[in-house]
């Protein structure tokens, strides 16, 4: 019989070796912080900290850059990250009235997880597809052109995933 390892203690694990190729390497913080959160999924302050000792800067650095920067989450996501482009040209073109609807459908609002766990909602600005306003991202895939039918078909492929 096969013994179960505890779930967590396998993320610090792979938190641990990972950070090794960081330890004492400040400049590598994004990077190390970026190979944290594929591991977690997001980084918990427990995560930071361990990030903060690995590279020797101070705690107070890493949560200023975690924070700075939009591609990181200190809460869970969900399995698809839904992210709402509100530059100009996106709002212009109803933007925020998706956003809105996205929000209905998924019971949950940017920066925080459905329900389910299955969607996170994000916004952001200009993603460089303005002459295909408004626009959705999931993970790497531009969604163009959206609109209420689109999204909900969008939506139910994500599901299926």
Do not use: W
Request: hydrophobic share 40%.
């Amino acid at each position: 019989m096969a013994i179960k390892q505890d779930p967590e203690k396998e993320l610090d694990h792979r938190l641990a070796l990972a950070l090794e190729k960081y330890k004492g390497n400040p400049e590598l913080l994004i990077t190390a912080l970026q190979e944290a959160q594929d591991i977690f999924g997001y980084l918990p302050r427990k995560v930071m900290i361990h990030v903060a000792n690995a590279l020797t800067v101070p705690l107070a650095e890493v949560y200023s850059v975690v924070s700075f920067y939009s591609l990181f989450s200190t809460v869970p996501t969900g399995r698809h990250r839904i992210e709402v482009c509100l530059g100009t040209a996106c709002y212009v073109r109803g933007a925020e009235k998706l956003l809105r609807e996205l929000q209905a459908r998924c019971g949950t609002g940017p920066g925080k997880s459905s329900p389910d766990e299955l969607f996170s909602i994000a916004t952001t600005r200009c993603v460089g597809a303005c002459s295909a306003a408004p626009v959705i991202k999931t993970g790497d895939e531009l969604h163009g052109e959206m609109n209420s039918e689109r999204l909900a078909q969008l939506l139910e492929e994500l599901q299926k995933r």
